[in-house]
């Protein structure tokens, strides 16, 4: 069996090692980040603490961590104040003052509590809570290297003074300009905080590309219509998205904090304890709505892949695009089962996830999707955009797929295409083609592991067809 798996749209010279990692590394790599957790380990990098500049140079590094944290300037690595923080609660970086005394994780919440410029509290909350989700984050406006920064996403600094664009020119003076970096990033302006990129094994700091999204932390109240302007002229069409913080728990040092994203997001979501009856199914598209995605893609799937690569407007619109393409064999007979498959919901049928098999497939109609995550069953929403079927006569090969939009209600905002078909070599191909963004405030908290599950059903559902068409 060939298999091209899930791929994701996405540097320093020391992270060539990972882009060869097979799938069960990648996602134990993604889910260590993802669920929250304070872990003491044997092996820490070092680092010694520059009051001066506010950040630690990093003088011995170990593990995968640095492909993703901290800027690179002139071949060292120097890390911000939250992200120095965040690495000694993992347990993973032990920090030296310029004395060599060790620093205690006392010292460095003081040095945070005590930092002018306010919201400093607030930042290590949300970077803590981004990269505990397996985000991959990067301060705006401050390249991860110094090599390839010009082809990196630039930011839009207020002003368009002299001093602003020497703030990236940072030959010479390293020390003094990543000073200034920093500093012009605390000052009370409308700016984005965080350039946030999904989890992508083969991240680069010298070619990051585009982020996924831009993040700014709203100081006390959402931003004003005139902060709103100068917030998205900097996003150069990136996605912008808005955090607020609310605290529950103040203790001395130590702040835990609930965040809220997105402000945009739908409230809506399905539910059922158990498994979802054939009435919690017609309740659940019932009240399920309309589209929850632009019109203007609807039905994009129908096109080919490279297509939907070259359409710059998913990609600036913030959707994730996935693909897998499965060779299950050759000749007519295993395209007409691999066609039975797909009619009778074969490639959905799990014991975590299912279609009422008696669906039809037909344009217009509206479905819902049955996964089981944790406890609860999620009931998601869709409609059949098209189906396009294609038989086998004189010079045109045969081909079965059907597109689905999702409707409100679902945690995910986008649309899928299962299809089957046969090459000029006969041989047969299962194809899962999908974008899609998170359409709640539960699916972008967990969008990392979203992405990991999409993969996982692209290898069971795989699976499934397979064994229908050998049965």
């Known amino acids: 069996m060939e298999l091209d798996g899930f791929s994701s749209t996405g540097d320093s010279d020391d992270e060539l090692f990972l882009q060869n990692a097979s799938d069960s590394e990648e996602e134990s790599h993604y ?5 929250p957790k304070l872990q003491f380990r044997n092996v820490k990098s070092r680092a010694s603490w520059n009051d001066e500049m506010g950040m630690a140079e990093i003088t011995e590094k170990k593990g995968k961590m640095w492909i993703t944290t901290g800027i690179v300037r002139q071949g060292k690595t120097y890390c911000s104040i939250e992200e120095t923080l965040y690495l000694m609660e993992l347990g993973a970086l032990d920090v030296v003052d310029n004395g060599g005394k060790c620093i205690n994780l006392t010292d460095l919440y003081s040095k945070v509590a005590g930092r002018k410029g306010g919201c400093s509290w607030e930042l290590f909350e949300v970077y803590r809570h981004l990269k505990s989700l397996g985000y991959i984050v990067g301060w705006h406006g401050v390249p991860w290297s110094l090599k390839g920064a010009k082809s990196a996403h630039a930011p839009v600094f207020l002003g368009g003074t002299e001093e602003s664009k020497q703030l990236v020119d940072v030959d010479s003076q390293d020390e003094l300009s990543i000073n200034m970096l920093f500093s012009k990033m605390h000052i009370n302006e409308a700016r984005p905080d965080f350039e946030v990129y999904l989890p992508n094994s083969k991240f680069r700091k010298s070619s990051p590309g585009d ?3 831009l993040l700014y932390l709203s100081r006390g109240n959402p ?6 302007d100068v917030l998205e002229r900097q996003c150069d069409g990136i996605p912008l998205k808005i955090c607020l913080v609310e605290y529950s728990i103040a203790a001395a040092l130590l702040l835990h904090s609930s965040l809220r994203f997105g402000l945009h997001y739908q409230k809506m979501f399905f539910l059922c304890w158990d498994r979802p009856s054939a009435q919690n199914r017609k309740d659940c598209i019932n009240k399920s709505g309309t589209f929850n ?3 203007n893609y609807r039905g994009a799937t129908a096109k080919s892949l490279s297509s939907l690569k070259e359409d710059k407007g998913l990609s600036k619109e913030g959707f994730l695009l996935n693909h897998a393409r499965v060779l299950v064999g050759s000749g007519q007979e295993t395209f007409e089962k691999g066609k039975s498959a797909l009619r009778s919901w074969r490639h959905f049928r799990f014991n975590w996830a299912f279609v009422d098999p ?7 109609l509206r ?3 049955c996964v089981e995550e944790f406890f609860p069953w999620l009931m998601m929403p869709l409609e059949v955009m098209y189906v396009n079927e294609r038989s086998s006569a004189k010079n045109r090969l045969p081909s079965f797929g059907f597109g689905s939009g999702t409707l409100q209600g679902h945690l995910l905002a986008g649309e899928e295409r299962f299809s089957i078909e046969m090459d000029e070599k006969n041989q047969v191909w299962y194809e899962i083609v999908s974008f899609s963004q998170p359409a709640n405030i539960l699916s972008f908290v967990g969008y990392p592991y979203v992405v990991l599950r999409q993969k996982h059903f692209a290898r069971e559902s795989t699976r499934a067809v397979l064994k229908h068409i050998n049965s």
């Not at 931003?223 to 709103?228: D, L, N, R, V």
């Not at 008696?358 to 217009?364: L, S, V």
């Open 358 to 364: 008696k669906t039809p497939i037909q344009k217009g």
């Open 211 to 213: 982020p996924s999204f």
């Open 31 to 35: 889910l260590s980040d993802i669920i």
């Open 223 to 228: 931003p004003s219509g005139a902060e709103m």
């Open 367 to 369: 479905f819902c999707v």
């Open 293 to 295: 995605y632009d019109s």
